[in-house]
């Protein structure tokens, strides 16, 4: 049940969600925004200013992740350190062909994507309860994209998970407002003014 500010936010964010995502996305993401409404009143997942914009910019705040995604290939990716669900949770939404791992080492945090691919449902994500290095020895099969928010810098996540990707692929993650985009990287404009960038980051050569 949609609580009533949840819904007006919800109403404000529904036309940027709309311009970027496929339309068979929009409820999910309006679900999601429900869970997490309800989940973030018992547990710290978000800060309590991004409980009050959850919609409009918490999770508004991960579209340009999407769009560039959907501009890879994308047919499997995992989410370092997923927390509340941005961007893996949102990308699992928007993008119903691709395989979803969302990889989360607190236990609480695991359990509410737990429950976000249970109920709404997200039949194409994996919940991995576990830290990331410890999971990239069983990715027998190479993945597109690797994801993360405010996790690390690309770098090191090459180091960490660079033995998963295909040759062909990259990270997408966010930089914060104002900072350096990453070296051999483009990234499309913020979300909004003062949202962080997210941007694709490759290899470099040899």
């Known amino acids: 049940m949609f609580d009533a500010a949840l819904t007006r936010d919800v109403d404000k964010a529904w036309p ?3 311009a970027v995502l ?8 309006a679900a999601y925004a ?11 997942l978000i800060s309590p200013v991004e409980r009050a914009t959850l919609a409009s910019r918490y999770l508004t705040s991960a579209l340009p992740a999407a769009t560039l995604c959907r501009a890879l290939p994308h047919r499997r990716l995992a989410d370092i350190g997923s927390g509340a669900g941005i961007p893996g949770a949102l990308l699992a939404c928007a993008l119903a062909d ?6 989360e080492s607190r236990r609480k945090r695991a359990h509410f994507l737990r429950e976000l691919v249970r109920k709404l449902p997200l039949p194409n994500a994996r919940v991995v309860h576990g830290r990331a290095e410890e999971w990239a020895p069983s990715c027998t099969e190479a993945l597109d994209l690797i ?8 770098a090191a996540l090459f180091r960490l998970m ?10 997408v993650v ?8 990453p070296p051999l990287s483009c990234s499309p404009p913020a979300a909004r003014p003062g949202a962080p960038k997210w941007a694709i980051a490759r290899a ?3």
């Open 16 to 18: 940027a969600w709309a």
């Open 22 to 29: 496929p339309p068979a996305a929009l409820p999910l993401l």
């Open 34 to 44: 429900d869970l997490l409404w309800v989940w973030s009143a018992k547990m710290d």
């Open 98 to 103: 691709t395989e979803v791992f969302l990889i």
């Open 147 to 154: 994801t993360a928010r405010s996790v690390a810098r690309p």
């Open 162 to 171: 660079g033995s998963c990707l295909a040759p062909w692929g990259a990270l």
């Open 174 to 181: 966010s930089v914060p407002a104002g900072g350096p985009l």
């Open 204 to 206: 470099a050569p040899g």
